[in-house]
C-alpha cells in the first residue's frame, strides 16, 4: 500500500456509517429489517456506537475479511506486554479485577493453533460420537421428568440440561454440579449490567469461577481423564499455562457447550411447534431431512451472532480501508441472512442445500465445538419428535433474551403435549449412572486412547 493510500481521510474511509447498538432490542426485533438494510447500501460499514468499529454483515465481505488472519487479531492483552489489543467483545470493559481472557478464542496464533491442536482428539467427529449412548440416555431421562405431567419448559427440563451434563462429563467434571454452573453461565448473558439481578449474577459467576478453579487444583493434584486434565498437562509454545490460563480456556469451552445449543434447540423447537406440518415433515422424513433441517437452523437463528476482532496492520479489504488498532465485528448473524448467497433468507427451507452458513464462523477460530453441538442438538430434537409429537407452545410463553448482541437466547419456552409414559429412571439417578460408566469406562480419554462408544448396562 502506498503511502497517499494510508493516509486517505477517515470521512472518506468511514463513507458508509450506520449507528446500530448490537446490545438493544432494537437489535432483536428489527433484525431482518437491518439485516437487508445493510446488505443493500453498506454490508461494511463505521458503527459509531461503542467508541465506533467496523460492522461487517455481506456474506462475501465477512467472508473475505474473516479468514485473514493475518491481519486480524483475537488477542486480549491483560498483561498489557503486548499491542494493548482487547479481545473479541465490543464494547470491552477493561477490570482491572479480570484477569482472566477468553480462552484460545482471545489468542493469536501460535498459542491459539496449540491449544486447539491438544483438545482435537477429545472434540473430532470419531470423539464425540463416543458420547452419543450418554446424550441419549440424558435426553430420555429429561423427558421422562415431566412425560407423565404434559408440561415441559423446554429450556428449563432440557435444553438447559443436556448440554450442561455432556459438557461437564467431557471435561472430567462430576456431572452432578452441572446445576451450579448452570444458571450462571446463562444469566451472566442476558443480564444487562443496569438490571437489578445483575449483582446477584455477578455473585453467582464469582462462585462458580472459584468452584472451577478448585476443581483445576483437584485435578492438577489427581489426574483424571477429560479436557482439562490435557489442559493441566499440555505444553503451549514452550511453556505450561497456569490456572488462570486454564481457567479462562475451560470458561470457554462451558460457554460455548451451554449456551449456544440451548438456544438453537429451543428456537427450532418453537418454529416447529409454529408449523406443524414442518415438523410432521421433519419427523416423517428424517433420515435424509434432519441434518439439512440442522443446518437451516443453524444458519437460520445463528446462537453465537459474531465475534470482534482487532485490526492487526493497516490494509485494504474489497475497497475498504482499515487502520491497524481500529475494532471490526463480523456480524455471523447478518452474513447468513443475505440474499445474495441465501435465496428467500428470511424463511426457514428445512431442504435448504448449499447451505454455507458461518453460524460456526470462519477462519483459524471457527467453533472448536461445532461437532458436539450438532450431535446433541439432534438428539434432543428426534427425542421430542418421537415422544411428544402433538406438542404446543404456550402462546405468548416464550421469554427471549431481551438483547442479542452476544447470544441469540431464550429464557423459558413452556409447552404442553399429550402426556405420555416414562421409559426408565429420572434425571438425578441417571445422571449418577452415568457417572459411573463415564468413570469406569473413561470416556473422557481423547480418542486417540479411547475410540470405542460408551456402552450402556
Known sequence: MSTEETHVPDAERKKDTISLDRHSPRYRIDFEQLADEFHAKCPVAWNETHGGYWFASGNKELFDVARRADVLSNDNDISGTKRGYVGISIPHVRDPERRTRGGFLEMDPPEQR?????????????AVARWKPVVEELTRACLDEVIETGRIDFVDDLANVVPAVLTLAMLGMPLKHWEIYCEPTHASVYTPPDSPDYPRVQQLSLQMGMHMMQTIHEIRANPRPGLINELVTVEINGYRPDDMEILGVVM??????FDTTTALTAHSLEWLSEHPDQRERLSRERETLLDSATEEFLRFYTPAVGDGRTISQDCEINGTRFKEGERLWL???????????????????????????????????????????????????TAVLDRMPDYVCTPGGAVHYDTTGVINGMKNLPATFTPGRR??????????????????????EPVTVRAARAELD
Open 252 to 257: 470457554l469451552l462451558i460457554g460455548g457447550g
Open 423 to 444: 421409559l426408565g429412571a429420572g434425571l438425578a439417578e441417571t445422571i449418577d449412572r452415568m457417572q459411573r460408566i463415564c468413570d469406569e469406562q473413561r470416556l473422557a
Open 331 to 381: 456480524s455471523w448473524a447478518m452474513a447468513n441472512r443475505d440474499e445474495k448467497v441465501f435465496p428467500d433468507p428470511h424463511t426457514i427451507h428445512l431442504d435448504r442445500t448449499g447451505n454455507r452458513h458461518s453460524s460456526f464462523g470462519l477462519g483459524i477460530h471457527r467453533c472448536i465445538g461445532s461437532n458436539v453441538a450438532r450431535a446433541i442438538f439432534k438428539i434432543m430434537l
Open 114 to 126: 496449540y491449544y486447539r491442536q491438544a483438545l482435537n482428539p477429545y472434540l473430532s467427529p470419531a
